[in-house]
T-cell receptor, first 112, second 115 residues
Framework: DGGITQSPKYLFRKEGQNVTLSCEQN?????MYWYRQDPGQGLRLIYY???????QKGDIAEGYSVSREKKESFPLTVTSAQKNPTAFYLC???????????FGPGTRLTVL | QKEVEQNSGPLSVPEGAIASLNCTYS??????FFWYRQYSGKSPELIMS????GDKEDGRFTAQLNKASQYVSLLIRDSQPSDSATYLC???????????????FGQGTILTVHP
């Protein structure tokens, strides 16, 4: 089955900790994206990558970091510098930048 | 003005009725538009892509694109309670702009279909 997987589904973090969210796709898509969604809010773009070893900041990149070492993988690290990290994090991919995007199931991060 | 704007809703329709969701856009010559459905607590699911002027039908869903009026809509015929969700429209920015490679999403319209 082709698709996008995210892990873990739920993640709890203590204040001051860095955590890494996993995103893997086997759709052979070039572009990958990370979004944040807060309750009752729309999608806000954190980072995106159109090709391996290259990525761009989205609208709310502060306190986050990413890497794109493999086409299939685009992990997101939520650092301790992110002041309000509790949110629903969504990873997406598309054949190329600007094309229709397909979303993973999401990771719900809660800071304790 | 926001680049992609949706009718704010929430929208409530009776079961069996036609639900009409609208999206307007500005400052773009985008050739493609996408509609997503997001159930509460779940991730968005792509339900329709439209690339040219006119109508595109897929089952009970019809997307309509009018580039001259910068308007794209989604019609859901014979609405069912299972259609109750938030619907998001999205479009890529102008080609060649600094935002190339992204999609711009509207804020979403909450649809409730009541029995």
């Amino acid at each position: 089955d082709g698709g996008i997987t995210q892990s873990p589904k739920y993640l709890f973090r203590k204040e001051g900790q860095n955590v890494t969210l996993s995103c893997e796709q086997n759709l052979n898509h070039d572009a990958m994206y990370w979004y944040r969604q807060d309750p009752g809010q729309g999608l806000r773009l954190i980072y995106y990558s159109q090709i391996v070893n290259d990525f761009q900041k989205g609208d709310i990149a502060e306190g986050y970091s990413v890497s794109r070492e493999k086409k299939e993988s685009f992990p997101l690290t939520v650092t301790s510098a992110q002041k309000n990290p509790t949110a629903f994090y969504l990873c997406a991919s598309s054949m190329f930048g600007g094309d229709e995007q397909f979303f993973g199931p999401g990771t719900r991060l809660t800071v304790l | 003005q926001k680049e992609v704007e949706q009718n704010s809703g929430p929208l409530s329709v009776p079961e069996g009725a036609i639900a009409s969701l609208n999206c307007t856009y500005s400052d773009r010559v985008s050739q493609s538009f996408f509609w997503y459905r997001q159930y509460s607590g779940k991730s968005p699911e792509l339900i329709m892509s439209i690339y040219s002027n006119g109508d595109k039908e897929d089952g009970r869903f019809t997307a309509q694109l009018n580039k001259a009026s910068q308007y794209v809509s989604l019609l859901i015929r014979d609405s069912q309670p299972s259609d109750s969700a938030t619907y998001l429209c999205a479009a890529p920015p102008n080609a060649g702009g600094t935002s190339y490679g992204k999609l711009t999403f509207g804020q979403g319209t909450i649809l409730t279909v009541h029995p």
